[in-house]
């Protein structure tokens, strides 16, 4: 029983989450652009070649995390994270230490299955027993890690691939991960509130208290108010996965290579003050589907600007950046938020998996598709369109009730 004073235990729980984050996008999100660079100078593979074993990597995960309710349901979140760091460490060393081809796809399986097992639908599973009221809060800081994994490791994989090679920094990392996974999860996520003897914060109340559960099995896939969440932000994390691969290469021109540099980092800084603000500000009771609807055109708004600044302007391209970056923190924890408030408690985690599965599954193939569209056109600014075109239709998918 916990005595009475005492700081509310589920608040470690999210500094937990939000580290694990910082790991698992720094590996299983932004690393595999690095990696790519640094396999092609290392053995000179075509760009395709890797392009395809990440492919592969994005894939697998949304494959695995639409079956996450399940596997979590079976081993607990404790377990699930312990094997989602083992995953991620041994295809972190697979990546790293790979001479042959086939190698990268081999080590594929193993970071795609340990980032489905330490990302948003894990993370969300962290949070869920300890908050009601303020989830929305909860999950802004845990997500934020996320965020904070692009500013660290960014750099951090840039130092030590330079300072120590491939191989080296791919063990350093994996042995740091699993290390710190291990350690975490061992202190903090093997406890819930009932093992404490402590109720979750406040229940908040919810649109749906009276909503009918989701039907099992394929079925649910005829549920229009599920359909539309998942059509709304998985083309909105297309959009956005597909702006972000391209956006360095478009701005260099005008900012230079540094200048470039540090845009991306201020999207991600910005990244955490818009999730920050939103779950901080949001409203107990708030729709926040049509939150979710106005992030979407924001970023829209923000993509247009870089649009309009491509080759013409530094100060608007670094506005654009500023305003897209808002609204990215977002595009994580505003699923989970929207579940919460929409459907029954026991059919959250269930939601929040499938439509994770379904935008990781989507984001995958358009880093490429935007690449075959700017080599087709001869032009970057399509690649702007075309992300701003699906930002447009996730906002009126997501105005729709």
């Not at 001479?99 to 340990?114: D, E, V």
């Not at 409203?283 to 491509?310: K, S």
């Not at 994580?332 to 499938?354: H, K, Y």
């Amino acid at each position: 029983m916990a005595r009475i004073g005492t700081p509310y235990f589920g608040w470690r729980v999210v500094w937990a989450a939000f580290t694990i984050a910082i790991f698992a996008w720094g590996i299983g999100f932004y690393g595999p652009g690095i990696f790519l660079e640094a396999l092609h100078d290392r053995h000179g593979w075509s760009v395709s070649l890797i392009s395809a074993a990440i492919t592969t990597h994005f894939l697998l995960g949304a494959l695995l995390v639409a079956r996450f309710p399940a596997v979590e349901a079976r081993l607990g979140i404790t377990r699930l994270v312990l094997l989602g760091a083992a995953l991620t460490a041994a295809g972190l060393l697979g990546w790293s230490s790979a001479t042959s081809p086939w190698h990268i796809f081999l080590a594929a399986i193993f970071s795609g299955a340990g980032w489905a097992l330490t990302s948003g639908a894990s993370i969300n599973a962290m949070i869920t027993p300890w908050f009601d009221a303020r989830r929305p809060a909860a999950l802004a800081l845990a997500f934020n890690g996320a965020s904070m994994g692009g500013v660290v490791f960014a750099p951090l994989w840039a130092l030590l691939i330079t300072q120590w090679g491939f191989p080296a920094a791919g063990a350093a990392v994996a042995a740091a991960t699993f290390a710190v996974m291990v350690t975490l999860a061992l202190l903090f996520l093997r406890h819930t509130p009932q093992s404490m003897g402590i109720p979750p914060d406040l229940p908040a109340p919810r649109a749906t208290a009276e909503a009918p559960s989701l039907p099992p099995g394929r079925a649910i896939w005829r549920v229009p108010s599920f359909l539309r969440l998942c059509a709304g932000f998985s083309l909105g994390a297309a959009a956005l996965v597909g702006l972000l691969a391209h956006l360095f290469s478009l701005i260099s021109p005008t900012l230079g290579i540094f200048g470039a540099g540090l845009a991306l980092s201020l999207i991600t800084l910005c990244a955490v003050a818009g999730r920050t603000l939103l779950g901080w500000a949001l409203p107990v009771g708030a729709d926040r589907r049509r939150a979710g609807a106005w992030n979407f055109a924001l970023q829209t708004i923000g993509t247009l600007i870089l649009l309009a600044a491509l080759d013409v302007s530094a100060p608007l391209l670094l506005l654009g950046c500023v305003v897209v970056g808002l609204t990215v923190g977002n595009m994580l924890s505003l699923p989970p938020m929207i579940a919460q408030a929409e459907f029954t408690r026991a059919d959250v985690g269930r939601v929040v998996a499938l439509v994770t599965a379904v935008n990781q599954a989507t984001y995958a193939l358009t880093p490429g598709g935007f690449g075959l569209l700017r080599d087709l056109t001869g032009s970057g600014a399509a690649v702007l369109v075309a992300a701003a075109l699906l930002q447009a239709c996730s906002t009126l998918i997501l105005f729709r009730r």
